[in-house]
């Protein structure tokens, strides 16, 4: 349970507010009777909600609920009530700094208040979107998919070329993938790291430049309007959707069991635009012989550095070794799977047929730079395998005619 904050009267918050969302019909139970109750907020600040109500007896307690649409968990506050007579408010202010809820989740909240006499009454529960309001957004539509943009922080060029990139990897994907098509896309597209940050949350698929929240059907990015930024997009966008159509794909349980390797091999090989560290990182370790291993790679991986940035080029490196391998059904069957809660180790037997520690070594095997012999075989395959074909049939021959000429 959090700190008990006792407060009367109206808590200002010093950011935009959203409007109210008040209720106005009382609602009775016995002698109490609603009056209002309402949320402001300022993003990733604070969240202030407040109650009016009468009641003809002394409260004895009085309780708010709120939690996120996908969030388990519902907090529990006991709110202090100062005196009674007349109108009673209360309100209580939640640290969204100390406590994040996630950002762009519809939040619902409800209050039960109880008096000396016995008396109870719950509150109808109320439901708003926890949206990033320390900014104008302006939005540019298609069906099924929306770009939101800070107002003055681009154009309508800008939202344009994000809604085109977005429409594009949805249908690239999905080629792949054949995964449900959301409802709604909703993307979020920030001007900086820096502003982008408060909209991340911990325990999200994170990304250096963006984040997926799947459940919401809402990506952030960061994309400063600036030259070069459709190359941004290029990466950022599929990337994250990608996230979206897994998730659509293998539904909110699967997706637990879905390893990161894969889902991040599958966001980070998506993307149109090539990102050379990672070719960088991965041909670094493997020389020096610091490749992370793949099990390792089933987890999420650390948030930043360069760790972080090997385990996204390792991980798009094993997908496309699959892909080569055993074809865009292999990635289908790789997600069944897990979508049917197979570990990391056998899903991969159960879709390859082949052991975890096997795809391991076969793909570590095609990294290894091809060998004199290995380059010599590979380049003259077909003429080698002839001219071996034509030994084989010539020297059976030869000593058939030895054999003749020697009777
Ligand atoms: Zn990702």
Excluded at 53 to 68: C, D, P, W
Excluded at 146 to 158: A, N
Excluded at 305 to 316: D, E, I, T
Aim: charged share 20%.
């Amino acid at each position: 349970m959090r700190s008990i904050t006792l407060v009367s009267g109206i808590v200002i918050c010093a950011a935009a507010m959203i409007g109210s969302l008040a209720t106005v019909a009382p609602v009775r139970a016995e002698d109490i009777a609603i009056l209002e109750q309402d949320v402001e907020y300022s993003f990733a600040q604070q969240l202030t909600f407040t109650l009016a109500f009468t009641s003809s007896a002394e409260i004895s307690e009085l309780y708010l609920f709120f939690r996120g649409t996908t969030d388990p968990d519902t907090e529990k506050v006991t709110v202090a009530v100062a005196d009674r007579g007349g109108v009673t408010r209360a309100s209580y202010t939640h640290d969204v700094g100390l406590y994040p809820l996630p950002p762009f989740d519809r939040i619902a909240f409800w209050w039960q208040i109880e008096d000396v006499l016995g008396n109870q009454l719950q509150t109808e529960p109320d439901e708003f979107t926890y949206a990033d309001n320390r900014f104008q957004w302006r939005e540019l539509s298609s069906p099924g998919i929306s770009v939101h943009w800070i107002e003055g922080r681009g154009d309508p060029v800008y939202a344009q070329t994000a809604l085109d990139i977005a429409q594009a990897s949805v249908a690239e994907i999905n080629a792949e993938l054949r995964a449900p098509v959301p409802d709604s896309l909703d993307i979020f597209l920030y001007d900086s790291e820096f502003h982008l940050e408060a909209a991340m949350v911990l325990g999200g698929r994170d990304w250096i430049g963006g984040q997926a929240r799947p459940e919401l059907g809402v990506v952030v990015v960061a994309v400063p309007p600036e030259q070069g930024y459709a190359s941004r997009m290029k990466r950022y966008v599929p990337h994250e959707i990608t996230h979206l159509l897994v998730y659509e794909l293998v539904g909110s349980e699967g997706y637990r069991y879905v390893p990161t390797w894969l889902d991040e091999g599958l966001a980070t090989s998506n993307e149109q635009l090539p990102t050379p560290e990672y070719a960088l990182a991965l041909e670094e370790a493997q020389q020096a012989n610091e490749l992370v291993s793949l099990r390792d790679l089933c987890v999420p991986f650390p948030p930043n550095g360069s760790r972080a940035l090997l385990s996204y080029a390792q991980s798009a490196s094993v997908v496309r070794f699959i892909r080569q391998q055993y074809g865009s059904d292999a990635i289908r069957r790789l997600l069944a799977a897990y979508a049917d809660g197979a570990s990391c180790t056998s899903g991969v037997e159960d879709a390859l047929g082949i052991s975890f520690s096997r795809l391991e070594s076969d793909w570590l095997a095609s990294l290894r730079p091809a060998t004199g012999w290995r380059v010599w075989v590979e380049r003259g395959g077909v003429w080698i395998g002839l001219w071996l074909l034509s030994i084989l049939v010539t020297v059976p021959m030869i000593g058939h005619l030895h054999r003749e000429a020697g009777r």
